[in-house]
Every structure is written in structure tokens, then in C-alpha cells.
């Protein structure tokens, strides 16, 4: 990956520089929440290579919501880890709010995770659960267990928080760690088909909570899933075919 962030704001020329008002003082736009432009990524399979994504281009703005859809092994979570800085494209560029990387101690405040599996920790309660993801930021004090408990009471779970994975319902740990990947307020929340181990009724109130959380905080999304109606209900929707989005 290059040094130097790609500058995907910067006015390209005088026409869009006037039409900006750059040069008049005008506040310029913020940076997207997430960029990224042409990324490649292939993986070797035994003597041969599988190009998985070729060519993806994406700019994600604050509070946006959009959802990806795609055949299985089209690439999407692939894609999905290359936004979360998991795993690096092998051409092409990416920008989190304009910055080139994302290192761990910026990942935790910038970012929210939830993956179909929920993949909570299962010797920690709900409550537990989520302030383990503010704990990666800083100790949890008063203020953080009053988000956590405020948060689980917006998933539903105000009753639950002390209730292990286990004595949960599929539904129930998805919205903890829905509450888990918003307890640090981020400014991007990448979901793995998060309703792919749900009943039909239950997926659909994941999403619609997932979305009217989301909205309420201006967090952006992106959202992978299967389901054409989820899918609908985010703002900007796109497919993954061939390795492009479009
Ligand atoms: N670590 C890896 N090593 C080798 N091949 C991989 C690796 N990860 C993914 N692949 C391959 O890359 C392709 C895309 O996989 P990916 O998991 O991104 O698909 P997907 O669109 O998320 O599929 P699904 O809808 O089934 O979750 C598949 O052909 C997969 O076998
Ligand atoms: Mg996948």
C-alpha cells in the first residue's frame, strides 16, 4: 500500500474549484468516511491463482448506508476485510476518513464489526460483551457502563445484560453485538451478513434496528447480505459480480 493517502477530496481542477468555492472560504467537504479505488486481491490455490477482486471502487459518506450483494464467493467479505484493514489489497487504494491506514488503537474508536456469527465471548455476559469493546480504548468507568446499559435497553436487552451468550437467543446475541459494535460511537460499521443465522422475522427487526441505530448517530454502513429486502432498505444499493462493484 502507498505512504502517502490518495487524495480523493482535492479539487481536481479550476472548474471544480470554483464550483467548490474553494477559493471563496468555504469550508471544504470532509473527507468520505471510506474510499477506495481500484483495489485488486487475488488468492494463490495451489499452482494457480484466483482473482477475486478486480478492480473496486467505493466512497462511503458520513451516515451513508449501503448494502452489497453478490453470489457466494463473489468476493464479498473479502472486500468487507479489506475495509476493515484486515487484509491488504494487493493494488489499489484505500482512505478511512482520508487517513491511509487504520492502526489498532484508531480501529477501535473508528470502527464497528458484525459478522454473521456474532462471535461474542462466551465466558462474559451481554453487559460484558460490550464493554469489552470499550475496554480496548481505555479502562470502562461510570460513563461507559451507563452507554453500555443504555444501548442494551436500545437492543432490547435491558433485562438480558447479565445472561452469557449461551443463555441467549441467535436473535438477542446478534443485537448484543449489534450494542458491541456501537459502543465507541464509529464512524463506519461494516456488517457480514448479520441476519445470515436468523429466522426470517427476527432478521428483519435486526436490520431495521441496525439501520435506525445507525441513522440516529450518523454512523455510516456497509452492509453485505443475501437478502434483496434488507438490502432495499439501505440508501445506495450494489452488487458484487465479477470483481466490481457496480
Ligand atoms: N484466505 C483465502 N485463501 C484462499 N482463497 C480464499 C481465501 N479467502 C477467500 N478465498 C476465496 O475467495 C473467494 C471469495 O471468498 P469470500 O469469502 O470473499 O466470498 P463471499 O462473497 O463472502 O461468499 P459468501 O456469500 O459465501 O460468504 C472464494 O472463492 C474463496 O474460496
Ligand atoms: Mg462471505
Keep these: 500500500m502507498p505512504d502517502t493517502p490518495p487524495n480523493f477530496h482535492a479539487p481536481a481542477s479550476d472548474v471544480e474549484r470554483s464550483r467548490l468555492n474553494v477559493d471563496r472560504g468555504a469550508v471544504p467537504a470532509p473527507p468520505p468516511v471510506l474510499a477506495a479505488a481500484a483495489l485488486s486481491k487475488g488468492y494463490r490455490s495451489g499452482d494457480r491463482r484466483i482473482e477475486v ?56 474508536a473508528f470502527l464497528g464489526l458484525v459478522f454473521q456469527s456474532f462471535y461474542l465471548i462466551p465466558e462474559l455476559d451481554a453487559l460484558g460483551n460490550v464493554l469489552m469493546a470499550s475496554r480496548i480504548l481505555h479502562p470502562p468507568g461510570g460513563a461507559e457502563r451507563e452507554r453500555a446499559q443504555e444501548l442494551l435497553q436500545r437492543v432490547g436487552l435491558a433485562e438480558r445484560g447479565h445472561h452469557l451468550p449461551a443463555q441467549l437467543s441467535g436473535g438477542e446475541r446478534q443485537r448484543a453485538a449489534i450494542a458491541r459494535a456501537l459502543i465507541n460511537r464509529p464512524r463506519l460499521l461494516l456488517a457480514d451478513e448479520p441476519t445470515g443465522n436468523l429466522d426470517e422475522k427476527t432478521g428483519d427487526s435486526v436490520i431495521e434496528l441496525l439501520l435506525g441505530l445507525c441513522a440516529e448517530t450518523q454512523t455510516a454502513l456497509v452492509l453485505v447480505t443475501h437478502n434483496a429486502a434488507h438490502a432495499a432498505k439501505t440508501g445506495r444499493q450494489l452488487f458484487l459480480h465479477n470483481g466490481v462493484l457496480g
Design 53 to 108: 477482486l478486480r478492480g473496486v471502487d467505493l466512497t462511503v459518506a458520513a451516515g451513508e448506508s449501503v448494502s452489497i450483494r453478490g453470489e457466494s464467493g463473489s468476493g464479498k467479505s473479502t472486500l468487507l476485510h479489506l475495509f476493515a484493514g484486515l487484509d491488504s489489497p494487493d493494488t489499489g487504494m484505500l482512505a478511512w476518513e482520508g487517513r491511509p491506514a487504520l492502526p489498532p488503537e484508531h480501529r477501535a
